[in-house]
């Protein structure tokens, strides 16, 4: 009403101006209409106005919450596509092939693991490998261009072994395990050596879940077995059965299973229901740096007085060329490895000497590696004053000492005897590589390995051990038969026996 009387007087002085000026009726007349034109427009825009506001406050409530949020995933969307995912998926992929080889056990005393690692690099593959560095890695894995090593940090070097740091050290791993997968997404393969299977396995299973690769699982035992030979063979302890429980739930996500004899992969097809052409036998087999040394006992003489990592062992009155030997053995000093075998026969041997014969030879025993028996055995070998025929030495030993030690040896021991029964030692292939003949402690599945008498001996306590060792010592027709067979196992390799097993699961081509 307002606007209307002010747009009168507006007209009405208007008009008054035109009367004076001398305007026609007409042109007062057209002042009129625009002046009623714009009131009209103004109206009209104000009520249009209030139409708008009220329609958009109704709209808005009224569009249902799904709506509004089939709206948000249209415009989230591309975003998830283009740019979080394949952050999330492929992080640092490369236009190589790519693999995670993780080993949660020392780098440089896991020699199949480095195996793997140097055979996908020579192949031209990006290998990520991951694992304890407590000794010196190998030279040939710091050289390849191809290989990059990840230490994962060592918890509790304590001998405590209590319930409560295992599960502290767990949890501790599975922390780093996740970091380092995080940042190595991308991969197309992931392979783990098994044991351990915790907690290792369910995170991979769960990266392959997420990232799309491939999991190949490198079983070289069963992880519950050797828990179950710590609490005393007993199975149906929880802490045993959760870890079958994990090993045969998880081992089922495995693209690819790798097993160290045909025994172990009959089990794993039979009991954990694993696809058979999922499964191939990779035997171990020596890498190229064990190889036999054919030299006189006088070269070798020589060699042990002057080598390094041996000279400081050798007692003065040690003599090859009197027909002294010299024997070796490695061993995680673990339960299923029971040293004390061996030390039982090394004193029947002595009373042997004794009692029955002055012409026995001396023995020079080398038992490298370590655990958590050792100080054990450390200390019941020198408790035992006694010690004339043979000479104990407890060595650790560098991955490239090693060999060279195997080498110098006449025979080698093995007393690996698989908390499982599926597995077979890698000691025995290590030894063949180098030449040396073996005296194993039998069990079933060693069948697929050790042949009696043709290039070892095998036993089954130390009293057969101790026969094995004299006949060892004194009969060289013996010692020739037995070194010809290690030789002719030894040109049986590791590189032709691995491109065999990938190409028949199609890893490689």
């Given at each position: 009403?307002?606007?209307?009387?002010?747009?009168?007087?507006?007209?009405?002085?208007?008009?008054?101006?035109?009367?004076?000026?001398?305007?026609?009726?007409?042109?007062?007349?057209?002042?009129?209409?625009?002046?009623?034109?714009?009131?009209?427009?103004?109206?009209?825009?104000?009520?249009?106005?209030?139409?708008?506001?009220?329609?958009?406050?109704?709209?808005?409530?009224?569009?249902?919450?799904?709506?509004?949020?089939?709206?948000?995933?249209?415009?989230?969307?591309?975003?998830?596509?283009?740019?979080?995912?394949?952050?999330?998926?492929?992080?640092?992929?490369?236009?190589?092939?790519?693999?995670?080889?993780?080993?949660?056990?020392?780098?440089?005393?896991?020699?199949?693991?480095?195996?793997?690692?140097?055979?996908?690099?020579?192949?031209?593959?990006?290998?990520?490998?991951?694992?304890?560095?407590?000794?010196?890695?190998?030279?040939?894995?710091?050289?390849?261009?191809?290989?990059?090593?990840?230490?994962?940090?060592?918890?509790?070097?304590?001998?405590?072994?209590?319930?409560?740091?295992?599960?502290?050290?767990?949890?501790?791993?599975?922390?780093?395990?996740?970091?380092?997968?995080?940042?190595?997404?991308?991969?197309?393969?992931?392979?783990?050596?098994?044991?351990?299977?915790?907690?290792?396995?369910?995170?991979?299973?769960?990266?392959?879940?997420?990232?799309?690769?491939?999991?190949?699982?490198?079983?070289?035992?069963?992880?519950?077995?050797?828990?179950?030979?710590k609490f005393h063979g007993k199975f149906y302890h929880p802490l045993v059965?959760?870890?079958?429980?994990?090993?045969?739930?998880?081992?089922?996500?495995?693209?690819?299973?790798?097993?160290?004899?045909?025994?172990?992969?009959?089990?794993?097809?039979?009991?954990?229901?694993?696809?058979?052409?999922?499964?191939?036998?990779?035997?171990?087999?020596?890498?190229?740096?064990?190889?036999?040394?054919?030299?006189?006992?006088?070269?070798?003489?020589?060699?042990?007085?002057?080598?390094?990592?041996?000279?400081?062992?050798?007692?003065?009155?040690?003599?090859?060329?009197?027909?002294?030997?010299?024997?070796?053995?490695?061993?995680?000093?673990?339960?299923?490895?029971?040293?004390?075998?061996?030390?039982?026969?090394?004193?029947?041997?002595?009373?042997?000497?004794?009692?029955?014969?002055?012409?026995?030879?001396?023995?020079?025993?080398?038992?490298?590696?370590?655990?958590?028996?050792?100080?054990?055995?450390?200390?019941?070998?020198?408790?035992?004053?006694?010690?004339?025929?043979?000479?104990?030495?407890?060595?650790?030993?560098?991955?490239?000492?090693?060999?060279?030690?195997?080498?110098?040896?006449?025979?080698?021991?093995?007393?690996?005897?698989?908390?499982?029964?599926?597995?077979?030692?890698?000691?025995?292939?290590?030894?063949?590589?180098?030449?040396?003949?073996?005296?194993?402690?039998?069990?079933?599945v060693l069948n697929e390995l050790v042949t009696h008498e043709i290039n070892?001996?095998?036993?089954?306590?130390?009293?057969?051990?101790?026969?094995?060792?004299?006949?060892?010592?004194?009969?060289?027709?013996?010692?020739?038969?037995?070194?010809?067979?290690?030789?002719?196992?030894?040109?049986?390799?590791?590189?032709?026996?691995?491109?065999?097993?990938?190409?028949?699961?199609?890893?490689?081509?």
């Open positions: 009403m307002v606007i209307w009387q002010y747009c009168l007087f507006l007209a009405k002085d208007e008009i008054s101006k035109n009367s004076r000026t001398g305007l026609s009726f007409r042109q007062n007349y057209k002042v009129v209409m625009k002046l009623v034109w714009l009131v009209s427009w103004y109206n009209g825009s104000l009520q249009v106005s209030k139409s708008i506001e009220t329609m958009s406050i109704f709209s808005l409530n009224i569009i249902p919450t799904w709506l509004w949020w089939l709206i948000l995933l249209y415009l989230v969307t591309p975003l998830l596509a283009y740019f979080i995912v394949p952050y999330l998926i492929n992080g640092t992929k490369s236009t190589k092939k790519r693999i995670i080889i993780y080993v949660l056990g020392d780098i440089g005393h896991s020699p199949r693991i480095c195996y793997h690692t140097l055979s996908f690099a020579d192949l031209g593959w990006e290998v990520e490998l991951c694992g304890y560095i407590e000794s010196e890695v190998p030279i040939s894995l710091i050289d390849s261009p191809n290989v990059t090593i990840h230490e994962i940090p060592v918890f509790g070097k304590g001998r405590d072994r209590s319930i409560i740091l295992m599960v502290q050290k767990v949890l501790f791993q599975v922390g780093v395990i996740i970091k380092q997968l995080w940042e190595l997404r991308g991969s197309d393969y992931i392979l783990l050596q098994n044991p351990p299977s915790i907690p290792i396995l369910p995170i991979a299973v769960c990266y392959k879940l997420v990232t799309r690769c491939k999991l190949i699982i490198d079983w070289h035992n069963l992880a519950f077995s050797i828990l179950q030979l059965l959760i870890s079958f429980t994990i090993e045969f739930m998880f081992s089922k996500f495995a693209d690819y299973n790798l097993t160290v004899t045909k025994a172990m992969k009959e089990y794993l097809v039979s009991t954990f229901r694993l696809k058979a052409d999922s499964c191939t036998v990779l035997y171990d087999r020596p890498a190229a740096q064990f190889t036999p040394l054919n030299v006189t006992d006088e070269e070798r003489m020589k060699l042990i007085h002057t080598e390094k990592f041996i000279k400081d062992y050798i007692p003065e009155d040690f003599d090859l060329l009197k027909g002294d030997k010299i024997i070796v053995t490695s061993t995680s000093f673990t339960p299923d490895e029971d040293i004390g075998i061996l030390l039982g026969a090394l004193k029947i041997y002595e009373n042997s000497y004794l009692k029955f014969d002055t012409n026995l030879p001396k023995i020079l025993c080398f038992i490298t590696g370590k655990g958590p028996l050792k100080e054990h055995f450390v200390k019941q070998v020198a408790e035992e004053r006694q010690w004339d025929r043979c000479h104990v030495e407890f060595v650790w030993l560098t991955a490239e000492d090693y060999p060279k030690l195997l080498r110098l040896c006449d025979y080698g021991v093995s007393l690996h005897t698989s908390s499982s029964g599926l597995d077979l030692p890698m000691k025995i292939l290590d030894m063949f590589g180098s030449g040396l003949p073996v005296l194993a402690m039998d069990y079933p070892g001996l095998k036993f089954s306590d130390r009293r057969e051990l101790h026969e094995s060792l004299i006949f060892a010592m004194k009969d060289q027709d013996l010692y020739k038969k037995l070194r010809n067979g290690a030789e002719e196992e030894s040109r049986s390799r590791w590189n032709s026996s691995w491109e065999r097993s990938m190409k028949e699961l199609k890893i490689v081509h």
